[in-house]
């Protein structure tokens, strides 16, 4: 009896051997001055075309966006986004369109940028979309993860405010509730929640649309530096901060519970902010730390301790800045489960994870159904009050982009008959309704147009 009864020493988890690779030299992009602004954000945007990271630029802000293919030593002079007049704090692309991408910065400005297919032959100084609202530096931007068009940016001035980006407008604006500097803030999966982490030394989930409190925990790390939270699975909060000797912790909430953690670990004594990339996917966290060599990872699972250490990958330059590629971009042929773009100083280098397996065919227990491009509702009507999960797609046969990307289209008319009949749909006023008809009317025109130059080419 004693013998069966023996228990395992090694949990046993298929993302046991995960290892990280950094890729060849020639497979990096090289040359690029990465920004030297002391801000605690990612500093760089990756989806399956183009990958974003922030620069030195002087006098204003800029970043620069490269297709992902053009890898090597990039040209001085390559053209870059530079339309801010003061530096760039945090970028972000739209997960529903990969040419979209957004920007945050120290002008108090966020600016919304279309991307052409093949990257930049000019710098870009125009956006599609310039929203003011903040009165502070804007250091944190998150796009809906579900709703087309809706962008939340979080800046210095305490207040966090939700766009419709379409529209150009402020819908949201939630500016009671932090009474000090944000230090992060993230949807959850359907977009139905707001998790934010403040200097207050509180997290509060708040409901985004209402603007309010629905649960707070106060001092879910000891430590008075920076705490970054995230939402992970089942509508847990996975937090990192420091206690108050300086150690930096993970530590796992049931937001329902939130009185003592499910689970606390001390890490170790560096300085630097942890900055956490969930997958849904895997159930793993990824843990790469401002001005660290290493990336951490953990399995989060429904069993104590929850949170399950699974390894490290550590080289030798520290990064400055982290990009966290979106599962469709990955390549599952070869069991990558998640890819990172480190910066240093000069250069960009991706890292990839892969699970070691013998086979090439599809792994299906690696790849569940993921989140794909297609948005499940539109702006306003989430900001209505609808809800949806996530569409996901199959990853069996690689992304592959069945539908077009979901045009980005700015109702410029909208925005002058929205300030002015603020409560009112704007759909209903005059100026849209005869809009509506010049547009037709001139269809019409060019369909009958096209009709007669076809007419008299056959004549010919």
Known sequence: MEFTMSRKVVRTSKFRHVFGQAVKADQCYDDIR???????????????????????????GAFMVLPLNKTGRIDMSYPTVCGHTGPVLDIEFCPHNDNIIASGSEDCSVMIWEIPDGGLTSPLTEPVVKLEGHCKRVGILSW???????????????????????????????????????????????????????????????????????????????????????????????????????????????????????????????????????????GIIYLCGKGDSSIRYFEVTDEAPYVHYLSMFSSKESQKGMGYMPKRG????????????????????????????????????????????EPSVDADEWFNGKEAPPVLISLKDGFVATTKTKEFKVHKSLLKTTTASAGSQPDDSGEVQSLRKEVKDLKAALEELTKRVKELETKN
């Open 34 to 60: 990465i920004s030297t602004m002391t801000w605690d954000s990612n500093f760089c945007s990756v989806n399956p075309k183009f990958v974003s990271m922030i620069v030195d630029a002087s006098g204003g």
């Open 144 to 282: 809906h993860p579900t709703a087309h068009n809706v962008l939340l940016s979080a800046g210095s001035d305490n207040v966090i405010i939700l766009w419709n980006v379409a529209r150009g407008e402020e819908v949201v604006r939630i500016d009671s509730i932090h009474p000090d500097l944000i230090y992060s803030a993230c949807w959850n999966r359907d977009g139905s929640r707001i998790l934010t982490s403040c200097k207050d030394k509180k997290l509060r989930v708040l409901d985004p649309r209402k603007g309010t409190v629905l649960f707070e925990k106060d001092k879910p790390h000891e430590g008075s530096r920076p705490v970054r939270a995230v939402f992970v699975s089942g509508g847990q909060i996975l937090s990192t901060g420091f206690s108050r000797m300086s150690e930096r912790q993970v530590a796992l909430w049931d937001p329902n519970n939130f009185g003592e953690p499910l689970t606390l670990q001390e890490l170790d004594t560096s300085s630097g902010v942890l900055l956490p990339f969930f997958d849904p996917d895997t």
């Open 330 to 373: 990955l390549e599952v042929n070869k069991c990558e489960i998640a890819r990172f773009y480190k910066l240093h100083e000069r250069k960009c280098e991706p890292i990839v994870m892969t699970v070691p397996r013998k086979s090439d065919l599809f792994q299906e227990d690696l790849y569940p159904d993921t989140i794909g491009p």
